[in-house]
């Protein structure tokens, strides 16, 4: 299955709004869906209000949302929709589903007709566009040694939310996840479901919980998978967040010294010297990458392209350590690679443009962790995680600087009164730790906890049969696994 990374879900702040028109239309909202071929799925559109806190005024503003189906193999045995969210935020649902829908376990391929909506401000619905290229951002120092590199990477940030107020300002207001809620709610009634069923992987979590709580009535199964912790505050989700990802890197290294076929560090005093040198030499003089057209990979990138990889779990580990030993020879191009799927950068220099609709809602979402330029934060981070806390708190911290305040908090969340949620969280995963999906189930209240051995972020169809089995039984029969069941 193609794997799209799910972002780090921290990070809002301050500053007056910046208005600048985006593609909206006054329209009548439609009240269904019309679908038509798009490759192996089906398409449509729905349209939603703009500004929810106005959505009946005459002539307000509308925007569509971009919706795909495969729909049940099997109609006469039909459940209904079941409705995925990727994560991010920011990645596009649209196309995670055209990658993996034929990973789905076949009985739910049978039952169900699998859908994805790209959110507000995500691909193909009304995108968020800032910047043509974040080369520029991340061309700095992401763990800076020197006033003068922490200055660099303060003004790189800025010109990052500058160009977003100027291509997409009117929109940027518009984007948290409350909105989005809210236009699940509509697709649901547009679909003719009377009651969701949605799976919500990461920052899908957050989705499925919050519509859980604001529309429980109209909830028949819910699957958080990766589910992020709602008790932390948004400084404390990122180190521990930083302090998972660090885990993973200690446990690959110590993997990599204890196995002869370890194809990085051979002959060296051991892989985390071995590591550590590597960083350190990308940082005072960027690696080749021989076949990137001149590029080079600096520490800032190698953080990210070794990121990238964790996600990944234990699998990947055999290539990251490939990937690293390639670097070490004098060539950085597999690193490199993985540092532009962490930036979602197009070969030809271009964006995706999955980042800046990812710093779009979550500035949007608030609170910002901490201050850029200030060290706190940062300090903090590279405390609890020494090679990868001051990457992961300074990729976050852009939003202090954002041109949009944030909406005002949700409800919080609460899951009494709908149908209780399975919500899967690993012991080893890197982005949710463990702990967040604990926190997920205390705070829900009406929910039961799958626990998966492993390292890897997000649980189903990764290869799992006993996770994807669960889930299968949960939204097929809406049986629950046992307590206390380990996968």
Request: charged content about 20%.
């Amino acid at each position: 299955m193609v794997r799209f990374r799910v972002a780090l879900m921290v990070v809002v702040s301050l500053a007056g709004l910046l208005w600048v028109l985006v593609p909206v239309h006054a329209a009548a909202v439609e009240p269904g869906l019309s679908w038509s071929r798009c490759g192996a799925l089906e398409c449509s559109t729905l349209t939603v209000p703009l500004d929810y806190t106005t959505p009946a005024a005459d002539g307000a503003a509308t925007i569509d949302i971009a919706v795909a189906r495969r729909p049940a193999a099997d109609p006469s045995r039909r459940i209904g929709s079941l409705v995925v969210n990727p994560g991010g935020p920011g990645v596009p649902a649209i196309d995670y589903l055209r990658a993996s829908v034929d990973s789905f376990p076949r009985a739910l391929r049978e039952r169900f007709d699998i859908v994805a909506f790209d959110p507000r401000g995500v691909g193909k619905s009304s995108q968020i566009v800032c910047a043509d290229s974040l080369d520029p951002l991340f061309d700095e120092a992401f763990s800076p040694r020197s006033d003068a590199e922490r200055a660099a990477l303060v003004a790189a940030a800025h010109a990052v939310a500058s160009s977003c107020a100027d291509h997409s300002g009117a929109l940027l207001a518009h984007v948290s996840t409350q909105d989005t809620a809210r236009d699940l709610d509509r697709l649901r009634a547009a679909l003719g479901d009377k009651r969701l069923n949605f799976l919500g992987s990461s920052y899908g979590s957050y989705l499925g919980a919050l519509y859980v709580t604001l529309f429980p009535e109209h909830v028949r199964a819910t699957v958080l998978d990766g589910a992020i912790d709602p008790e932390q505050s948004a400084a404390d989700a990122l180190v521990s967040q930083a302090r998972g990802f660090e885990d993973e890197l200690d446990a690959f290294l110590a993997d990599c010294d204890s196995r002869h076929e370890c194809s990085f560090a051979a002959g060296q005093e051991s892989a985390e010297v071995a590591y550590d040198a590597l960083r350190v030499r990308a940082a005072r003089t960027p690696i080749a990458a021989k076949t990137s057209g001149g590029r080079h990979l600096n520490e800032t990138r190698f953080d990210a392209a070794v990121l990238e990889t964790l996600y990944e779990g234990r699998s990947a580990w055999t290539g990251l350590a490939d990937a690293l030993a390639h670097a070490d020879r004098g060539d950085a191009s597999n690193l490199l690679a993985r540092a532009d799927a962490f930036t979602w950068r197009r070969p030809d220099g271009g964006q995706a443009h999955v980042l800046d609709a990812f710093w779009a809602i979550s500035c949007l979402d608030g609170p910002a962790p901490g201050s850029l330029g200030a060290t706190g934060l940062e300090r903090l981070a590279a405390l609890s995680a020494p090679r990868l806390g001051a990457f992961v708190a300074n990729n976050s911290v852009i939003c202090s600087v954002w041109p949009v305040a944030p909406v005002a908090p949700p409800p919080t969340l609460d899951g009494a009164a709908a149908p209780a949620a399975l919500i899967i969280g690993a012991t080893g995963d890197p982005a949710t730790p463990l702990a967040a999906g604990r926190a997920m189930q205390r705070v829900l209240g009406n929910a039961r906890l799958l626990v998966v051995d492993g390292y890897r972020h997000t649980s189903f169809i990764s290869g799992n049969q006993c996770v994807d089995n669960a889930v299968t039984s949960y939204l097929v029969d809406r049986t629950l696994p046992a307590r206390g069941t380990r996968c």
